[in-house]
């Protein structure tokens, strides 16, 4: 059997409006340093060991290059991707598709792509390398798309759920994927909970280039011809110009919903990783410090007669909190946000009404 090449996309584009006002339309999530690194950074040094940096596309946001540059600067300049405009993953992962072929060189027969996005955190790394290789694999050689679903560990409502059903020819980890399901009610994510083959979709992807091409061209025919009038123009005069004007004709489509809930050749492969999307401010409690009483925290801080809160400050100030339980504080030299955890999925809606402010 011939040999394959894996290759590497990050997507570093959004907005991470759940973590304002940390990630800022200036500086996303995926920028941020964590413990002195960006979560990009932690996510390329993730996968080096793997892939070969030269084999890594960083995807992003238009004029977002030079903080991927800042970040990864051992990255060749070729590698970074600059969206005219955000689309969803679908156009990103199909454009990082014609760019393995025209600039990586790649075979679109014998490579096998690996999406990672920019902003999760995997508590098992080399775990989840050994998985990556399973699974590019089984994509190989069984022409699978495949998915890392994460083992649920309580009734979340904020992801999306994969179900499996048995487990694939060929392979005793991968299973065949029967159906997703987008971010359900608690009810029935309580019942995905007792079942114990529904796992969560981590957003990492696996599968050769070819068979991506393909379920595009199937599913997805307008974002495939759109696709190659890009191919054609890399490289030439006409490049700048084509990649808007296609993307200003792209529907802004989830790879999720565009190919994996409708392709009949899809697998998942279960995986613990002690894996967290960071999407919102109570997620962040896994990276910071924290005390008996079930406070997270980074600045400094003391807590009084209170439980369950997080402080992220990043002015320098002494913080005391007394009394309180289920808050979240985040202070920027910017601005400050107090709010109840549950109130954690509104801060989107706050962000963008100061972006509007700002504007």
Same mark, same amino acid.
């Given at each position: 059997?011939?040999?394959?090449?894996?290759?590497?996309?990050?997507?570093?584009?959004?907005?991470?409006?759940?973590?304002?006002?940390?990630?800022?339309?200036?500086?996303?999530?995926?920028?941020?340093?964590?413990?002195?690194?960006?979560?990009?950074?932690?996510?390329?040094?993730?996968?080096?060991?793997?892939? %070969?940096?030269?084999?890594? +596309?960083?995807?992003?946001?238009?004029?977002?290059?030079?903080?991927?540059?800042? %970040?990864?600067?051992?990255?060749?300049?070729?590698?970074?991707?600059?969206?005219?405009?955000?689309?969803?993953?679908?156009?990103?992962?199909? !454009?990082?598709?014609?760019?393995?072929? =025209?600039?990586?060189?790649?075979?679109?027969?014998?490579?096998?792509?690996?999406?990672?996005?920019?902003?999760?955190?995997?508590?098992?790394?080399?775990?989840?390398?050994?998985?990556?290789?399973?699974?590019?694999?089984?994509?190989?050689?069984?022409?699978? !798309?495949?998915?890392?679903?994460?083992?649920?560990?309580?009734?979340?409502?904020?992801?999306? *759920?994969?179900?499996?059903?048995?487990?694939?020819?060929?392979?005793?980890?991968? #299973?065949? @994927?029967?159906?997703?399901?987008?971010?359900?009610?608690?009810?029935?994510?309580?019942?995905?909970?007792?079942?114990?083959?529904?796992?969560?979709?981590?957003?990492?992807?696996?599968?050769?280039?070819? =068979?991506? +091409? #393909?379920?595009?061209?199937?599913?997805?025919?307008?974002?495939?011809?759109?696709?190659?009038?890009?191919?054609?123009?890399?490289?030439?005069?006409?490049?700048?110009?084509? !990649?808007? =004007?296609?993307?200003?004709?792209?529907?802004?489509?989830?790879?999720? *919903?565009? !190919?994996?809930?409708?392709?009949?050749?899809?697998?998942?492969?279960?995986?613990?990783?002690?894996?967290?999307?960071?999407?919102?401010?109570?997620?962040?409690?896994?990276?910071?410090?924290?005390?008996?009483?079930?406070?997270?925290?980074?600045?400094?801080?003391?807590?009084?007669?209170?439980?369950?809160?997080?402080?992220?400050?990043?002015?320098?100030?002494?913080?005391?909190?007394?009394? /309180?339980?289920?808050? @979240?504080?985040?202070?920027?030299?910017?601005? /400050?946000? @107090?709010?109840? =955890? %549950?109130?954690?999925?509104?801060?989107?809606?706050?962000?963008?009404?100061?972006?509007?402010? %700002?504007?």
């Amino acid at each position: 059997m011939k040999e394959y090449k894996i290759y590497g996309v990050i997507m570093a584009g959004g907005r991470g409006r759940r973590l304002w006002p940390l990630s800022t339309s200036e500086r996303p999530k995926q920028f941020i340093k964590v413990n002195g690194e960006s979560l990009l950074s932690k996510t390329y040094n993730r996968v080096a060991p793997l892939i %070969d940096p030269e084999n890594i +596309l960083v995807v992003t946001n238009q004029g977002k290059g030079k903080l991927v540059e800042e %970040d990864l600067p051992q990255l060749p300049a070729d590698n970074i991707i600059e969206e005219p405009m955000g689309k969803n993953t679908a156009p990103c992962i199909g !454009l990082s598709a014609v760019y393995s072929q =025209k600039v990586l060189n790649l075979e679109k027969e014998d490579s096998v792509m690996v999406v990672l996005p920019a902003d999760h955190m995997v508590g098992k790394e080399a775990r989840f390398r050994e998985l990556l290789q399973l699974a590019a694999r089984v994509a190989y050689e069984q022409g699978e !798309l495949v998915t890392l679903g994460i083992k649920p560990t309580r009734p979340a409502t904020g992801f999306g *759920y994969i179900e499996a059903g048995e487990a694939l020819g060929g392979s005793e980890t991968a #299973k065949r @994927v029967l159906s997703f399901t987008e971010k359900p009610g608690p009810s029935t994510a309580e019942k995905f909970l007792e079942a114990g083959n529904y796992y969560w979709n981590s957003g990492t992807f696996i599968w050769r280039t070819d =068979k991506l +091409l #393909k379920g595009l061209r199937g599913y997805m025919p307008e974002l495939f011809r759109g696709l190659e009038k890009i191919k054609d123009s890399l490289g030439t005069s006409r490049e700048e110009k084509t !990649l808007r =004007k296609q993307y200003e004709n792209f529907t802004g489509t989830s790879i999720d *919903y565009g !190919l994996m809930e409708k392709a009949s050749n899809r697998a998942v492969i279960p995986a613990s990783v002690e894996w967290s999307d960071l999407g919102d401010w109570p997620s962040f409690e896994l990276l910071l410090e924290s005390d008996e009483s079930d406070n997270s925290y980074k600045g400094e801080v003391t807590f009084r007669e209170s439980e369950g809160n997080l402080v992220y400050d990043e002015t320098g100030k002494s913080s005391v909190v007394l009394g /309180l339980s289920g808050v @979240v504080v985040v202070s920027t030299p910017e601005a /400050l946000l @107090v709010m109840d =955890k %549950d109130q954690a999925q509104e801060v989107k809606q706050v962000a963008r009404e100061f972006e509007k402010e %700002d504007e």
